[in-house]
T-cell receptor, first 113, second 115 residues
Framework: DAGITQSPRHKVTETGTPVTLRCHQTENHRYMYWYRQDPGHGLRLIHYSYGVKDTDKGEVSDGYSVSRSKTEDFLLTLESATSSQTSVYFC????????????FGSGTRLTVV | GESVGLHLPTLSVQEGDNSIINCAYSNSASDYFIWYKQESGKGPQFIIDIRSNMDKRQGQRVTVLLNKTVKHLSLQIAATQPGDSAVYFCAENMYSGGGADGLTFGKGTHLIIQP
């Protein structure tokens, strides 16, 4: 998706290992979000950021941490991956509080074995 | 492909017909709404949005209708094409007084186009 890239696109990892997913934007948007998407649950917010070094927890934050050291990058870390964290992870960016320009990345499919 | 379409309501329409996808939103204070389209293996894509001070907004082949009285949003797709096959979901945001935690998303409807 233009202006927002996620890496890696696919990852298989073992239970108990740390994993970091990266979201990179070139839009200079203030707001960034991490979601997970699972069948029957839709998109659920993990963490979000409203500025550099400003982050907060979402609906399903347990087992996840985030960092935003610069405007363009928002990192999601699974501190010790579990099978329940097997999911598709999406990053989103927004230029305003209302949600204008709310754009998603292409996603990262993470499998924890 | 993605398994996000499992367990979702399904709407099956003939190619060329009009499609209407419905969404009931949760917060009467929400004042901004977006419809997204998600194809298999891809991220959600913006289709059209509407502010709460409007009842209707039209785009290219799509129309969004907002009924605040019953908290209902609908997406109409004219002359449905095979490329319209996807999961569609609505999102809402309570701008006035809302925090920075972004949009609230519906579970979605799987639109299937029959040839």
């Amino acid at each position: 998706d233009a202006g927002i890239t996620q890496s890696p696109r696919h990852k298989v990892t073992e239970t108990g290992t740390p994993v970091t997913l990266r979201c990179h934007q070139t839009e200079n948007h203030r707001y960034m979000y991490w979601y997970r998407q699972d069948p029957g649950h839709g998109l659920r917010l993990i963490h979000y950021s409203y500025g550099v070094k400003d982050t907060d927890k979402g609906e399903v934050s347990d087992g996840y941490s985030v960092s935003r050291s610069k405007t363009e990058d928002f990192l999601l870390t699974l501190e010790s991956a579990t099978s329940s964290q097997t999911s598709v992870y999406f990053c989103a960016i927004s230029e305003s509080l209302i949600g204008l320009g709310y754009t998603f990345g292409s996603g990262t499919r993470l499998t924890v074995v | 492909g993605e398994s996000v379409g499992l367990h979702l309501p399904t709407l099956s329409v003939q190619e060329g017909d009009n499609s209407i996808i419905n969404c009931a939103y949760s917060n009467s204070a929400s004042d901004y709404f977006i419809w997204y389209k998600q194809e298999s293996g891809k991220g959600p894509q913006f289709i059209i949005d509407i502010r709460s001070n409007m009842d209707k907004r039209q785009g290219q082949r799509v129309t969004v209708l907002l009924n605040k009285t019953v908290k209902h949003l609908s997406l109409q797709i004219a002359a449905t094409q095979p490329g319209d096959s996807a999961v569609y979901f609505c999102a809402e945001n309570m701008y006035s007084g809302g925090g920075a935690d972004g949009l609230t998303f519906g579970k979605g409807t799987h639109l299937i186009i029959q040839p």
